[in-house]
C-alpha cells in the first residue's frame, strides 16, 4: 500500500487574518505535507444561471493524521481538492480517506 503513495500533496486549512477594519480577510495556510494515492471517482454536472460547473469528485488515500476535517484542501501538482469528508476508521487503522471536490 505505502508504494502506491505516489503524490505530494500540501495540507492547507482556511485562515482569518483581521483587516484592521472589525473585519477579516480569508486565506489559506500550508499545515503539511503527504505524500497520497489521488482516484478519480467521477464527475457530476451542476447547473447554474450563469455557468455550467462539472466538478470532478476524488478519493485521496493518505497516513492517518489527527489534524484532517472538512473544508480544508490539498494541492497535488497544480491541482486543488476541497476536502467534502473525512473518514477516519479510528486510531489503529493507518490511513484516512478523504472524499474531495476538484476545485476549477
Do not use: N, Y
Not at 28 to 55: C, I, K, M, N, Y
Request: glycine share 12%.
Amino acid at each position: 500500500m505505502i508504494g502506491l503513495h505516489d503524490r505530494r500533496a500540501t495540507l492547507q486549512a482556511r485562515v482569518l487574518t483581521p483587516d484592521g477594519g472589525g473585519g477579516f480577510i480569508e486565506g489559506w495556510a500550508a499545515f503539511g505535507s503527504a505524500w497520497v494515492v489521488l482516484t478519480p471517482l467521477g464527475a457530476q454536472g451542476r447547473f447554474g444561471p450563469d455557468a455550467v460547473e462539472t466538478p470532478v469528485s476524488h478519493r485521496i488515500l493518505l497516513r492517518r493524521r489527527e489534524d484532517l476535517a472538512a473544508g480544508q484542501r490539498l494541492f497535488v501538482g497544480s491541482r486543488i481538492f476541497k476536502v467534502r469528508a473525512v473518514l477516519d476508521k479510528g486510531p489503529r487503522t493507518p490511513f484516512v480517506t478523504l472524499l474531495c471536490e476538484e476545485q476549477p
